[in-house]
């Protein structure tokens, strides 16, 4: 089965422990356990891993390129300030879907911008932690078309 990366970045470890009001109540333990049950029905093998370090993010991105076919990316704030993350991104050639469960786009303007976005085949904004699960269905898409 292709494997899926499911990479998040600084602070989503918080994921319905602080801030429900704008993320929700789902932890990143249920979303991990939602793609996992979705990926068997869409033929995927999911990987969910955070990092609060960059550097950490774009090791995994690099591992990647031997290891998985897709990627799904929540950079958290790393998606406004991170070149490093998009270069790591460039190198890696299989369909990335970039996730946000916020709008970023209802928030302050320096959300509105992502370097990722420059690189992701898609784009999930605003679909709350449902986003990941919709990244996967693309991904599943683009992965057996
Ligand atoms: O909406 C998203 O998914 C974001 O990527 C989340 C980032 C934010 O910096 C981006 O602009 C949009 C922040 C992640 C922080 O996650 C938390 C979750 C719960 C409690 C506190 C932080």
Known sequence: MPLVLILNGPN??????????IYGRETLADVERDCAA????????????????EGQIVDWIHEARETAQGIVINPGALTHTSVAILDALHAFEGP??????????KRESFRHHSYVSLRADGIIVGCGTQGYQLALRRLATLLTA
């Open 12 to 21: 989503l470890n918080l994921l319905g422990k602080r801030q429900p009001e």
């Open 38 to 53: 979705l990926g068997q029905d869409l033929g995927l093998q999911t990987r969910l891993l955070q990092s609060n370090h």
């Open 96 to 105: 990335v879907i970039e996730v946000h469960i916020s709008n970023v786009h």
